[in-house]
């Protein structure tokens, strides 16, 4: 990166701007990738080199960076109107057709779609609606919302409650009151020896369950979770999970909230990740592949019992106290809905399975030589590779070695982007990635996993 600090961008970059998840002392010595130009699965730097964006971005640009029929209908709709909202019985006629698209997609039937503008106000939206759910059941106390270690849940201050990683609430003081975790499912660490699946599953649960009831059922509103987790390392959860966590949510009338913002629109290789692992939940929060990010925009789908709720409550003439300026901008959702068409048109969850079953197969046939690759798991374009220092112990290097950021620097010099979570090496690229893309990706991950051998000495 430290190329782009001739840059008068880089320079002024790094006098006027605070970057997300980003060391401050560090940046202003190293400076930023300038990002100028995307083409396809790629971007390039400012000085022209080109990069296999590994992770779509923030795992959302899933038609990649440059789609003409995205920008078209962006275009178009900012021809017919630029702004509308959806406050006070409004809406334009591309907020109806997609509000009864997605209804229709994620099988919430006779449900709602509520729209907001980023996954932060998705998931805030669903705990509120939660809050109103109980209220009109006659359990106003019903309050607290349970979520995972490892879960990411967004910035906004009850989102990053929810967070289950310790870098969401340091610099905060967060969780805010209210704001539980239970444990994360995650076979490849935590799972005990003797243990087998099942077993694991039952463990898992009964420390809900103890939650639950160390808590008091009757303060417990929601549960929220990601069917597949992402930042969190990529960790799909073992068979039988969901279920059997289901289970305990109904016995205690919990309501179960699914964070779909990255596993949803074919990234498993399902529609939703839901589908992959058998939850039914009351709401789903989607955004990043509902628009392929091309135009921030979220959108919350809502089980009829929900909306009762909301309409019971404000029975007496009052409204929905809620809602975003953006909610159902116009231009917004005739990205969205343009989108969905081309995820039907190109088949993408089939097309995800093939192509992640794909590039899993090189990923695993790197990992049976590599001393160093201790799993490779996930579903869909959606991998994690897990390093580690012993294969058979599964010991990691020691946390000050930075394994993952090692892998990470490497490969942008070679020209990929991945995104290191620990020592868990990340890929979430564009979902239109093609064979002969996935095997380029591939190939640059095996030259980087040598020399990042060649580094660690192994
Ligand atoms: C699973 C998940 N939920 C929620 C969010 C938050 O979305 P946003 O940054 O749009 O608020 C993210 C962002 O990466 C995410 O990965």
Redesign the pocket.
Known sequence: MTQTLSNSIAQRDIKFQLHSQTNPRRFEEQGPLVVTRGEGVRVFDSAGKAYIEGMAG??CATLGFSNERLIAAANAQYHEIAYYHTFFQRTGPGATDLSEKLVELTGMEGGKTYFAT??????ETMVKLAWIYHTVHGKPAKRKVIARNR??????IA?ASMCGLEFMHREFGLPLPGFLHTLAPYPYREMCEGEDEGAYVERLAEELEQLILSEGPDTVAAFIA?PVY??GGIIVPPSGYFPRIQDVLNKYDILCLD?E???GFGRTGEWFGKDLVGMKPDMM?L??GLSSSYF?I?AVVLSPKIYGAVAEFNNQGGAFGHGFTNSGHPVGVAVASEAIKIYEELGMPDHVKKVGKHLRARFEKTAETSLIVGEVRGAGLMLGIEIVKDKTTREPFPASKQVGAMFDRIAYKNGLIARCMGDVLGFAPPLILTEEEADELADIFDKSLKELEGELGV
Do not use: R, Y
């Open positions: 923030l795992w980023s996954g932060s106000e998705a998931n879960g990411f849940h967004g910035s906004t989102a990601e992402a930042g964070d913002i990255v596993c929060a955004a990043k921030p979220s």
